[in-house]
């Protein structure tokens, strides 16, 4: 099978590429190995910035969509010691620029944007090879193949088609979340709900964190951050969940029970998240027929960005194709020399809101960052919400 455009990877990234050609009258596949949209949960919520997601989305002419998912309020967010004080409360006053929505629906309303058989399900790319003059072919792992003169790779962390243009490869960040979540909180864990409050909590310690945010339905989707070796992890053994739970909650011994809780009272089984990332201002040279998008092309710790990143690519991307509808090679030429120092930016920034929450004088550090005020004063910030 020829097509013009390949895209490895229904993500956010590639599903908002795919889009945004779409609106050009530009067709493309997209290659996806999952089996199904729901074949697994889709994550949990994303603020969408207004310097990067929602002209992406403005792009793929879905901003009126992406308003209709915007859960009011989440943007409050709350740094916690400790023994459950709340040491800075800020209220979501309706006039932030990243508001929250649910992952999987923003994942929805882009798939349902796209004309029917766009996506191919159930197409695992096992490998990739040049053919010469810019084309290439995807090998998958059910023995298919397809022929490309543009491959887009959008498959994230573990990219199949990232070896085609870069050597490099993803290495622990020295740090891994454990992920719960707890449902119906307000009324079965009322005092875990309390402490988070409307959207976002942050309870970090040195080399440790509690965070958590509140998702539709009453749903407390709980991330704990350890910076331990993978080899820590891999004693713990996540195949017996309680084990499991009761080693990571260990580790939080004498922390405020309503923080603990989110741990201990968890209705699903802990499942492990490594942390892993591309260096700083990665790039390659330019390969003929082929880029990335993403995580694939600039993997980073989790600072926020990764999923605005993504989908901006994809549309920055887009964009350029079709301004330079006879010419694929200056499309990419330009696309990736303003993506490169766009991502190394946004890595390196966010490293500096991602570090100091982890320090040794956390909470206090992020604190600091946050408000401006002296390293290690205690700060308790109220922002009234004006609606």
Do not use: C
Not at 10 to 17: I, K, R
Not at 43 to 50: A, E, K, Q, S, V
Not at 89 to 100: H, N, S, V, W
């Amino acid at each position: 099978m020829t097509t013009d455009v390949t895209i490895i990877g229904a993500g956010l990234g590639g599903l908002t590429l795919a889009r945004v050609l779409h609106v050009h009258g530009i067709p493309a596949t997209v290659y996806e190995a999952e089996l199904s949209p729901t074949a697994r949960r889709q994550g949990g919520m994303l603020d969408i910035h207004d310097d990067t997601g929602q002209p992406a989305l403005q792009a793929a002419g879905l901003i009126d969509e992406f308003r209709g998912l915007v859960l009011e309020g989440r943007q409050q967010y709350r740094v916690l010691d400790r023994d459950g004080t709340v040491l800075l409360d800020i209220a979501d006053d309706g006039t932030g620029g990243r508001p929250e929505v649910q992952r999987g629906e923003l994942r929805g309303i882009l798939l349902d944007s796209l004309p029917a058989g766009t996506v191919r399900w159930g197409h695992k790319a096992a490998g990739v090879r040049a053919l010469g003059e810019g084309r290439h072919e995807v090998a998958f792992a059910d023995g298919t193949t397809a022929v490309t003169s543009l491959l887009v790779g959008a498959d994230g962390a573990w990219s199949r088609v990232r070896p085609l243009l870069s050597g490099a490869a993803p290495e622990y960040v020295g740090a891994s979340f454990v992920e719960t979540y707890l449902y119906d909180s307000d009324i079965r864990h009322p005092a875990s709900a309390r402490a988070v409050g409307g959207g976002s909590l942050f309870a970090p310690a040195p080399g440790k964190a509690i965070q958590a945010h509140r998702e539709s339905g009453g749903t407390l989707h709980t991330y704990v951050s350890l910076f331990r070796p993978q080899e820590w992890f891999a004693g713990i053994g996540f195949t017996d969940p309680a084990a499991a739970t009761a080693r990571i909650a260990a580790e939080f011994d004498g922390w405020a029970p309503e923080l603990t809780a989110l741990i201990t009272d968890g209705d699903t089984a802990p499942v492990l998240r490594p942390l892993n990332a591309l260096p700083i201002g990665h790039r390659w040279d330019r390969v003929r027929g082929a880029t990335l998008i993403g995580d694939a092309a600039h993997l980073s710790a989790p600072n926020g960005e990764g999923a605005n990143l993504a989908m901006y690519d994809g549309a920055e991307l887009g964009k350029a194709l079709a301004a330079h509808p006879d010419d694929v090679e200056a499309a990419l030429t330009a696309y990736e020399q303003a993506m490169f120092p766009r991502s190394a930016a946004a890595a390196t920034e966010g490293a500096l809101f991602y570090e100091p929450s982890f320090v040794d004088n956390a909470p206090h550090s992020l604190i600091t960052l946050l408000t401006g005020h002296e390293q290690g004063q205690q700060v308790v910030a109220q922002v009234p919400a004006s609606r």
